[in-house]
Structures are given as C-alpha cells and as structure tokens.
C-alpha cells in the first residue's frame, strides 16, 4: 500500500476508480438492458465523483497540516 500525498497521485489514483467504473458499468448495460443496466452504469460511475472528491479533499487537508506544523507523523 502507499499513501497519496500529492495532488498528482491524487489524480492518478481517481483515473484508475473511473476507468474501472466504467469497465464495471459497461459490464451492468451488457448484462441488464435497458433502464436498470444504465442505471447501474450511473451508480457505478457516480461513486467516482463521491470518493474523488473526498480523496482530493484529504490530499489538500494532509498538505495545509503539514504547512502548518501540525503533521505529527515523522
């Protein structure tokens, strides 16, 4: 395992969900036609936005604690 630290890595890391996402929602429209098969394309494609906000969101905490002293990891 590793830890994200920068914006970039960031970055990399929510390319990899998103293009696993769609991989997994194109999965669901071949498996499920019609509405439910999109709708489960939306879900699985949606999460990206969820967990890439929250993961940009710690990259930015993580740097402004670092800044500002308060990063008490060696």
Request: glycine share 12%; hydrophobic share 50%.
């Amino acid at each position: 395992m590793f830890a994200v630290k920068t914006k970039f890595e960031a970055f990399l890391v929510i390319y990899a969900l998103a293009t696993g996402a769609v991989e997994r929602g194109l999965g669901y429209v071949e498996r499920l036609p019609g509405t439910s098969g999109w709708l489960f394309f939306a879900a699985c494609t949606g999460v990206v936005f969820i967990a890439g906000g929250k993961i940009l969101d710690a990259v930015e905490r993580d740097e402004r604690d670092r800044d500002s002293g308060l990063d008490i990891a060696p």
